[in-house]
């Protein structure tokens, strides 16, 4: 019988309780792969979705192993893959599943080298959110001078985005989030507005309409609200879900009586149009910011690989302010 190593697996869809601790066979590289012993694994609101059950019909099926990026060091390699990659710590995507293990498979050309100075943890909180979040500001032809609002900024994404957003020169940074505390961790972040959930002012004379860019990471049956706070040629990116889709009819506010002339456009985003390689390369200059401090990396907390459920829970409860972070 071969070894095994420990992972968190979804033996049922829903509730957090239905992800447990299990033993997998030992992974071995195919051509192409390497092996990675993992020292950190980022949760992601794409993991919470996934449990779920939400994606069920996209052949996500119970069994599976959640998470997609992890960061560790480089233990084997595949057929086909230089051997100086051994040894060397990386951060990796694992694909839509595989990343709540011990020992993580990933493909070479989704791998990036930490610079030093870079934590794992630190890795794993920053390489898909803030690729995610550079990418998604270029979708919406983002130019310095023009007002930002980022919907569901606590999350890792909108941390991200606010912190971009505000470095390239945005007039205006406002954000949605649900306390004074985590606006006020926004402000130090980047941001110049506070919103409520509901686009809102939440504080003060804070403008609440009229934004050039609009980044929901949240979507759901609000989506529709949010593109009447775009200005005139203004363009909200849907780069997110975790409230679920928007309403079928959410178009019509773009071409009702009086919208039609304000020449608004809405987008959806996904890092999975963008080539590898272009990501892999703002990953990187991202990763080197955030080892000399240009770039904050916010982990909420960090807890073993048996309390996955714990991590979850909070996700659901829509506590979390930046990642939670797991470490076998």
Known sequence: ???????????????????????????????????????????????????????????????????????????????????????????????????????????????????????????????????????????????????????????????????????????????????????????????TQLLDRSGAAARGADAATGFDVIIDIVGGPQVPDFVDRLAPNGRLVIAGAVAGLPPADFGTRLVGVGAFQQSRSVATFSLNTIPASEVGRVRAQQFDAAAVGELTSVVQDVLPLDRAADAHHRMDGGTVFGRIVLTP
């Open 1 to 191: 019988m071969g070894t095994m190593v420990r992972a968190v697996v979804i033996e049922r869809f829903g509730d957090p309780n239905g992800m447990v601790l299990t033993e997998v066979p030992t992974p071995v590289p195919a051509g192409g792969q390497v092996i990675i012993e993992v020292e950190a694994i980022g949760v992601g609101g794409v993991d919470a979705v996934i449990r779920r059950g939400i994606l069920s019909g996209y052949g996500f099926t119970e069994g599976l192993v959640p998470g997609s990026e992890v960061a560790g060091r480089v233990t084997a390699v595949g057929p086909g893959v230089d051997r100086g990659w051994v040894d060397r710590r990386v951060w990796a995507f694992t694909g839509t599943g595989g990343g709540y293990v011990e020992q993580a498979v990933a493909r070479i050309e989704d791998i990036t080298v930490l610079p030093d100075g870079l934590s794992a943890i630190d890795a794993v909180t920053l390489g898909s959110s803030g690729p995610v979040a550079q990418f998604a500001l270029a979708h919406g032809h983002f130019r310095a001078g023009e007002s930002v609002l980022v919907r569901g900024a606590a999350g890792s994404i909108g941390v991200a985005t606010v912190q971009l957003a505000a470095r390239a020169g945005a007039s205006v940074v406002a954000v949605t989030t649900s306390s004074p505390e985590r606006g006020d961790r926004l402000r130090k972040l980047g941001a």
